[in-house]
């Protein structure tokens, strides 16, 4: 069954640092997405993504993020500069359709020392 | 708000009890769907109900619909320890998620 595959599985980094959060969506798929889940809290929407270009995006989607398509497989993340507070889970997800069901990817964990 | 809100927050049953949940929701809808979250994991669609539609059944899962009261529940029957998990109606074009009903299943 095809899957959203996320790398890495698990990421420490020094604040201040930049990281690039990797998913590969499921192939026939038009729309991307990233969330991120602080531990122990809800699934926060970031960002949708369709047609090569931002279609809506949350208040916690500031101008440390961006996102990028940069092939026709990859949909990756990318936080300028971390901070402590940007620990948490951060989940990829893809779906065929505006109205079609949601594919998760198993998380990037994210740790800001 | 644009999120599903989902009621109980927490359910706790024993194996082989049904576990009722439900939703309610604020903007119109092409269909409603439920998610499963297991602790850490990515989330999982586990069905989808059609605006049109009031009821679907899909293996131990029954879903209703009521969408002149924007409301939704999910019915788990026959639980198992496995079903252990926080369920989901996420809200406007189902990307928005709640806190979700944590349901846990005591063998």
């Known amino acids: 069954e095809p899957e959203v595959t996320q790398t890495p599985s698990h990421q420490v980094t020094q604040m201040g640092q930049e990281v690039i959060l990797r998913c590969v969506p499921i192939?026939?798929?038009?729309?991307f997405y990233w969330y991120r889940q602080i531990l122990g809290q809800k699934v926060e929407f970031l960002v949708s993504?369709?047609?090569?270009?931002?279609?809506?995006k949350s208040e916690i989607f500031d101008d440390q993020f961006s996102v990028e398509r940069p092939d026709g497989s990859n949909f990756t993340l990318k936080i300028r500069s971390t901070k402590l507070e940007d620990s948490a889970m951060y989940f990829c997800a893809s779906r065929q359709g505006l109205s079609g069901e949601l594919f998760f990817g198993e998380g990037s964990r994210l740790t800001v020392l | 708000s644009q999120q599903g809100e989902e009621d109980p927050q927490a359910l706790s049953i024993q194996e082989g009890e049904n576990a009722t949940m439900n939703c309610s929701y604020k903007t119109s809808i092409n269909n409603l769907q439920w998610y499963r979250q297991n602790s850490g994991r990515g989330l999982v669609h586990l069905i989808l109900?059609?605006?049109?539609?009031r009821e679907k059944h899909s293996g131990r899962l029954r879903v209703t619909l009521d969408t002149s009261k924007k409301s939704s529940s999910l019915l788990i029957t026959a639980s198992r320890a496995a079903d252990t998990a926080s369920y989901f109606c996420?809200?406007?074009?189902?990307?928005?998620f709640g806190t979700g009903t944590r349901l846990t299943v005591i063998p």
């Open positions: 192939s026939n798929h038009l729309y």
């Open positions: 993504f369709y047609n090569n270009e931002i279609s809506e």
């Open positions: 109900i059609r605006s049109n539609e």
């Open positions: 996420p809200g406007a074009n189902n990307l928005f």
